[in-house]
């Protein structure tokens, strides 16, 4: 990648600190050897790069005489930054999904008939200027973010650059659908003892929503108490499951379309979208039980907070699923009283007989 464009990577992930979606998402795509996605820059002109950032766009486009990018050189998950022309860059956006024509009088007839309004094309001087193209890419656009005005360097005169293609496809295992084993359990059940000692007998990158939420408590000042981490958590929640789960992902060196362990579900809905997220992949979830005695014994060693009782703890909204409804969902159960060294074989034989029947 040129200087410039690596700066500029740089700079733009530090523009969205604070920003779930964005944070985590960025952490994947600007990854030079490991991404999955493109990286755009596209130089846009008014009204249309404020139409996009206040929402009323939806749909890019791109009209040529001649085969150039963007044409058949971007992908559902590509990220573009939105540059004024002749300006800095003001904004940032995902591609939902993009369509390529070559253009005769059916496809200019489908264009002007499905994209008009989402192209905020109604002024007839908008296809007159492009009459005479042969080659046409639309883009429609989400989680379009705008961004503190970033000076940007470039200086030749394309209306599209791509910064950053993906990395090397990946091996011919990848393509096999492998699996992201996703662990839960009850408090003192031992699921991240147990999450962890899996990846390493697996070799598997991990992840942990305790971890990220401690993270994010950190940078805030706060301190790691549970009552702070669950209060923590409930604000993420209410900023959107795919932010939270986007930020959980990016936390470690993790590529999409390898095996993953991620530690810590603690609801349906993360369930739910971190399957979304992670597809092709396959993801299962392990649920640790444990009885009470065995639980109450890890938490008076433990020495759980005198202004603590465990009925209101798992009372709060981040743990209310967890001892209901996820029991329920999971793939596989194991028995959280036995020996550790037990219960990671029995894990680890499970896996490997899922993915050996695939």
């Not at 779930?20 to 130089?43: D, M």
């Not at 749909?59 to 002749?86: H, I, N, W």
């Not at 959107?240 to 530690?263: M, R, S």
Request: with cysteine; charged share 20%; aromatic share 8%.
């Amino acid at each position: 990648m040129p200087s410039w464009h690596a700066r500029l990577a740089v700079a733009v992930q530090a523009a969205v600190q604070g920003d779930l979606f964005w944070e985590g998402y960025l952490r994947q795509v600007a990854a030079p050897h490991t991404a999955r996605w493109s990286l755009h820059l596209a130089i846009l002109v008014e009204p249309y790069l404020q139409f996009i950032l206040e929402g009323r766009k939806t749909v890019e486009s791109r009209f040529a005489v001649r085969r150039c990018a963007p044409y058949e050189c971007v992908q559902r998950g590509d990220v573009v930054l939105l540059k004024r022309s002749g300006g800095p860059i003001v904004g940032l956006c995902e591609i939902a999904d993009a369509w390529f024509y070559r253009l005769d009088p059916r496809s200019w007839s489908t264009i002007r008939q499905e994209f008009t309004q989402a192209l905020c094309a109604q002024d007839p001087a908008f296809w007159q200027t492009r009459q005479h193209a042969s080659f046409a890419t639309l883009m429609r656009l989400q989680h379009v973010r705008p961004l503190t005005p970033l000076p940007c360097a470039k200086r030749d005169r394309r209306g599209w650059v791509i910064l950053q293609r993906p990395a090397a496809p990946l091996p011919l295992w990848s393509a096999q659908k492998p699996l992201v084993l996703a662990s839960a359990g009850r408090i003192s059940s031992g699921k991240s003892t147990l999450s962890t000692h899996v990846a390493s007998a697996l070799g598997w990158p991990q992840v942990s929503f305790g971890d990220y939420v401690r993270q994010v408590a950190q940078r805030r000042g706060l301190d790691d108490s549970r009552a702070v981490l669950q209060e923590v958590g409930a604000t993420l929640i209410a900023q959107g499951w795919e932010g939270f789960c986007h930020a959980v992902l990016g936390q470690g060196a993790w590529v999409p379309g390898q095996p993953l362990i991620v530690e810590g579900i603690r609801h349906a809905e993360a369930l739910a979208v971190l399957r979304q997220l992670v597809a092709p992949s396959e993801l299962r979830l392990v649920f640790i039980a444990v009885n009470e005695p065995t639980r109450a014994a890890r938490l008076g060693q433990r020495g759980m907070p005198e202004r603590e009782t465990l009925p209101g703890v798992e009372a709060h909204s981040t743990e209310a699923q967890v001892g209901t409804v996820l029991p329920g969902m999971a793939d596989f159960t194991v028995d959280g009283t036995r020996p550790l060294e037990e219960l990671l074989q029995d894990i680890v034989r499970w896996v490997q007989q899922h993915t050996a029947t695939r």
